[in-house]
């Protein structure tokens, strides 16, 4: 099975990924996490990538998506997978699109986590204490909530066309939320 976790950043979008990892086994893949291990690696890929997520600004569709092209074709990937933070642009969907086409791989669900503002501004600042991420700063936090409008919430229009776009409402406690998931995806 392959699913698209999207939402908003602090939507609880990596949070349940894990989640729904131990109970169906099926992998999570966060390009957040594989820049972040690539910035803290000082690999070429985190040296360019590193000032676009200080900023909390998106790293250029070509980089995130020559990641997942390869990403997704791991052994550990054959039983099906959820992108957590990819696509976040319509450049990156129908990149996805035309990868899975050639891979012969299904998507079978988009959940959209639905979170209001003020709630994924609290969140995340309250990361910012707990994990200390460096683009977890009012200023990144702000600018990462208006890319995510501007370049991310056309995806929502885009898989809908698609009819595999399924809402939760992301607030609640995560088990609760967790509940939520299973519903909708059936696992
Ligand atoms: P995340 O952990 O998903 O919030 O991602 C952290 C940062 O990594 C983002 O603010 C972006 O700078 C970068 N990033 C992660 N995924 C993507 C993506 N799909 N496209 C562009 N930039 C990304």
Redesign the pocket.
């Known amino acids: 099975m392959q699913l698209i976790f999207l939402g908003p ?1 602090g939507a609880g979008k990596g949070t349940q990924a894990k989640i729904f990892l131990d109970r169906s086994g099926i992998v999570q893949i ?3 996490d594989i ?1 972040r291990a690539a910035v803290s690696n000082g690999t070429d890929l985190g040296k360019q990538a590193k000032a ?2 200080d900023k ?4 250029p569709d070509s980089v ?1 998506i020559g990641i997942i092209e390869q990403r997704i074709q791991e052994t550990d990937c054959k039983k099906g997978f959820v992108l957590d ?4 642009t319509i450049e ?1 969907a129908e990149a996805l699109d035309a990868i899975l086409a050639k891979l012969n791989i299904a998507l079978n669900h988009v959940v959209n986590f639905e979170v209001p503002d003020e709630e994924l501004v609290q969140r995340l600042m309250g990361r910012a204490a707990q994990e200390g991420r460096s ?1 977890d700063n009012p200023e990144s936090i702000k600018n ?1 909530l208006q890319i995510f409008k501007d370049k991310t919430q056309p995806l929502i229009r885009y898989y809908e066309g698609k009819a595999i776009l399924r809402h939760i409402n992301g607030t609640g406690s995560t088990a609760e939320i967790a509940e939520k998931v299973k519903t909708v995806v059936g696992v």
């Open positions: 950043p966060s390009t957040g820049l676009f997520m909390g600004e998106l790293v995130v933070g990819f696509p976040r990156q683009d990462r």
